[in-house]
């Protein structure tokens, strides 16, 4: 069963636990219950509400169940997560093995990353009717450890095609950027908990390397899946949702559970997460040789809505 993301974005509310629910309660007036979800039905909660409250007791029983605790920023970025110690029977072997791997490794599974990222972002601009040629040709030229930055080369001319030539990448700016910000925080969390369950170290990258960053891995494995986000982003805009309204949320999220191709056949987005951060512990194991990596192409539910449009 796939697990919900669940985003709490109004301030007065207080979470807590209730034989197995998370319960959601107004903290206003008669303090009134909002809601429950099941604890073992969720995926992640992303708290975005800056006056948001809620026991230990809920982060513990969150933490047992390998669901992510996100707390956002104003921008809706990710600025901290609670992730579970534990994740995998197998964890501690998973990450010796992932600590001993050679260098020679990282590089060779951070070509497979940037070759996938570009020929999803190819598929993301010919979905938009722009050229994909330029991405296409840099993802043949991707050599082992990507020295040539050939990933860096395809954003610079990804985000032009995409969203024009006055758009920038900003994430402290609203608008596209913004829908950026929260889709991509949404991704993180899905990537995260699929790190975890993998037993994998999420500060263990194969590429970024920032001292700052403890989640290097999760960034490197959601790269192929960006995309997604983005040309999700380009549709909203195109229909006149210009902010991060709780629609425009909902329709992020709901991104991440369509089906896309795999090698198995229509596979969903967090599926597809979970296969990749797996076969990359595999490979660690040496039970393996290459990552389980997305098929070039668009979830099948946003292509279809492309074309209705």
């Known amino acids: 069963m796939l697990g919900r993301i669940v985003e709490v974005a109004d301030d007065r509310r207080h979470l807590h636990v209730h034989r197995g629910f998370m319960v959601v309660q107004d903290t206003e007036g008669e303090r009134k219950e909002l809601g429950q979800v099941p604890l ?13 409250s809620y026991t230990n007791n809920l982060l513990v029983a969150l933490a047992e169940r390998g669901a992510p605790f996100v707390l956002c920023a104003a921008n809706h970025n990710a600025v901290g997560m609670l992730l579970p110690i534990e994740g995998n029977f197998e964890q501690s072997r998973r990450i010796e093995a992932q600590i001993a791997a050679s260098q020679p490794i990282h590089k060779r599974l951070w070509a497979a990353v ?7 972002q190819a598929a993301a601009l010919e979905a938009t009717g722009a050229v994909t040629a330029p991405l296409l040709a840099l993802a ?3 050599k082992s450890g990507d020295p040539d930055n050939m990933e860096a080369q395809g954003a610079r001319r990804y985000w032009s095609l995409l969203f024009g030539d006055d758009f920038r990448r900003d994430q402290n700016d609203g608008g596209r950027n913004a829908l950026l910000n929260y889709g991509y925080t949404v991704l993180r969390a899905a990537t995260a908990r699929a790190v975890i369950a993998a037993g994998l170290h999420p500060g263990i990258g194969l590429h970024h390397s920032h001292d700052n960053n403890a989640m290097r891995l999760v960034d490197d494995l959601m790269e192929p899946f960006r995309p997604i986000i983005d040309l999700k982003v380009w549709q909203l805009w195109r229909n006149e949702e210009h902010e991060v309204t709780p629609e425009a949320k909902r329709a992020l999220v709901r991104t991440l559970y369509d089906d896309m191709q795999s090698d198995i056949g229509a596979t969903p987005v967090t599926v597809c997460v979970q296969k990749l951060a797996t076969s990359i512990a595999q490979i660690y194991l040496g039970d393996r040789d290459k990552p389980d990596l997305p098929l070039p192409g668009l979830p099948l539910a946003l292509a279809n809505s492309l074309q209705d449009e």
Not at 44 to 52: Q, T, Y
Not at 114 to 120: A, G, H, I
């Open 40 to 52: 073992d039905d969720i995926a992640a909660v992303i708290a975005s509400a800056h006056g948001l």
């Open 140 to 142: 043949r030229k991707v």
């Open 114 to 120: 940037v070759r996938s990222k570009l020929e999803q």
